[in-house]
């Protein structure tokens, strides 16, 4: 069955940087838009980001200049590269795989991790 495991979280002060890392396994990657998305304690999912197999990544404005999503199709894993975390960056990250062209609603993802958690101290 298809997995995706995400990696990299942990604790870190405002300020800092996180790496973190989704490797999906037994699907056709390339055939996949790929998104992260987080939530935080009390509060909805919400999508940071996505990019697409070829073209151009989107961001949440609330991460936009600060986090940058990228994607290594060779090695089946999507990568999110967070700067000048804000405490407000303090939740479980996701990725999700959605088949085929992206949308920018972050609805009908296909597959989804189980969760990285990040927490960000001030």
């Known amino acids: 069955q298809v997995q995706l495991v995400e990696s990299g979280g942990g604790s870190v002060q405002a300020g800092g940087s996180l790496r973190l890392s989704c490797v999906a396994s037994r699907l056709t990657y390339s055939a996949y838009c790929m998104y992260w998305f987080r939530q935080a304690p009390g509060k909805e999912r919400e999508g940071v980001g996505f990019i697409p197999t070829y073209g151009t990544t989107n961001y949440a404005d609330s991460v936009k200049g600060r986090f940058t999503i990228s994607r290594d199709n060779a090695k089946n894993t999507l990568y999110l590269q967070m700067n000048s975390q804000k405490p407000e960056d303090t939740a479980v990250y996701y990725c999700?795989?959605?088949?085929?062209?992206?949308?920018?609603?972050?609805?009908?993802?296909?597959?989804w991790g189980k969760g990285t958690q990040v927490t960000i101290s001030s």
């Open positions: 999700a795989a959605k088949r085929d062209y992206c949308n920018d609603r972050y609805v009908g993802m296909d597959y």
